[in-house]
């Protein structure tokens, strides 16, 4: 089993750094598509990803399109996470082998491009109207585990 986290064009360090963090605890992968809000050689990143950063497996792309043709992902493994999205995250598929959840720029969100290209595979985590949106990094921590339920116990990543 595969989990892809891919952010398009995140603009704020720390978010990137609790992400990165986050992809190396539950064995994904990190996909980091430009532009970028700051510089991969940032202390800030390094300093929210802690000591593990070196060890995250990270993957930056020139554009989402590049990224796509790399990677070959599919249809039904290509997740969308925006707070437009139509269903709630707890009814993406889990089951996939292969699976890539993608976000966007915190301000942003997802560019429209990226939408269209997959616009029955688009999700949100439901949230009160008290705030605009989730942080970045709670959001990917929500769906990278949610995708991981059902897996079997002491599942070993890749």
Not at 14 to 25: A, E
Not at 74 to 85: H, I, R, V
Not at 98 to 125: I, K, M
Request: glycine share 10%.
């Amino acid at each position: 089993m595969e989990r892809h986290i891919v952010l398009v064009e995140p603009e704020i360090h720390w978010n990137t750094g609790n992400i990165g963090r986050t992809c190396l605890g539950a064995g994904a992968d990190l996909h980091l598509i430009k532009p970028l809000g700051f510089s991969l050689d940032s202390s800030h990143v390094k300093r929210a990803g802690l000591d593990y950063w070196e060890k995250v497996r990270l993957h930056t792309w020139g554009s989402f399109d590049e990224f796509s043709a790399k990677m070959q992902n599919a249809p039904d493994e290509t997740l969308l996470f925006s707070k437009l999205g139509a269903r709630p995250f707890w009814d993406m598929p889990s089951h996939m082998t292969r699976l890539f959840l993608v976000l966007g720029a915190e301000t942003r969100g997802l560019p429209q491009g990226v939408l269209d290209q997959y616009p029955g595979n688009v999700y949100h985590v439901p949230i009160t109207n008290e705030i605009r949106s989730l942080n970045l990094s709670t959001t990917a921590g929500i769906v990278l585990y949610e995708s991981m339920r059902g897996l079997p116990p002491g599942h070993a990543w890749k």
